[in-house]
């Protein structure tokens, strides 16, 4: 049987797309940015410390070397963020609002375990838009030993003794598991005294901005203890 060649193109007929209805990846938007860097705090019996380098970048774009990732939201508590700075910003000026709103109806500071819970409540209800923000809440407890709550971006957290997020998570946590936890450590000292966590921290960020390209310029680290805060801040790489 004999079949005509324009009936057979009829069933095999394709339509060529239209410029227009392609989608470039360089048209698409988001609402997120990874500014990056990195975020490291230990807490040690009557003393938490807090780090974080001060380079805010865009991909390979540096768009600022002197940008602090961290905020002190009471006497004893300090909040430290890596990703979107805008997002951080929003949930800073978010806690210190309520933190003031706090204080101003109670007469007393809140708590570093009050501090946390109410962080906790702020990123689970913008769980469905989140902020892009990886935080770690840091200072002393009632017994002013330091401690550190670690948090994903949807709230949930767990307490700690030391913690680090950002870009530099992956180079920093495996040198602070093994001077801190002793994992396949065959000497078995731990560094005890504030001096030698503070000698720790300045290490592992040198050894961060070593590989990660956004991770550098300083470090500035804030010492929380009872009697108050004292600031530092080192140099790292500036490349």
Sequence with gaps: MYIPVNEVQ???????????????????????????????????????????????????NILTRDATKLSQLTDKCVLATAGQYADFIALRKF????????????????????????????????RFFPYYTFNLLAGLDENNHGVVYGYDAI????????????????LVVAVL??????????????????????????????CAAERDIHTGDNVEILIITPTGTERIVKPLRKD
């Design 177 to 206: 598991d093994n001077q801190l936890k002793g994992y396949n450590k065959i000497n078995k000292t731990f560094p005890q005294t504030q001096q030698e966590i503070l000698d720790l921290i300045l290490d592992c960020f040198s």
């Design 155 to 170: 709230g949930s957290y767990d307490q700690m003794t030391y913690g680090v997020q950002g870009s530099g998570q992956e």
């Design 95 to 126: 806690l210190q609002q309520r933190l003031q709103l706090y204080e101003f109806q109670n007469e007393v500071q809140a708590s570093t375990q009050t501090v946390a819970h109410l962080l906790s409540r702020e990123l689970y209800s913008r």
């Design 10 to 60: 009829k069933h095999f007929k394709s339509e060529t797309p239209m410029m227009s209805n392609i989608t470039h990846k360089s048209d698409q938007w988001s609402p997120y940015h990874d500014n990056s860097g990195t975020v490291l705090a230990i807490g040690i019996p009557g003393a938490v410390l807090v780090a974080g380098d001060t380079r805010l970048s865009n991909g390979y």
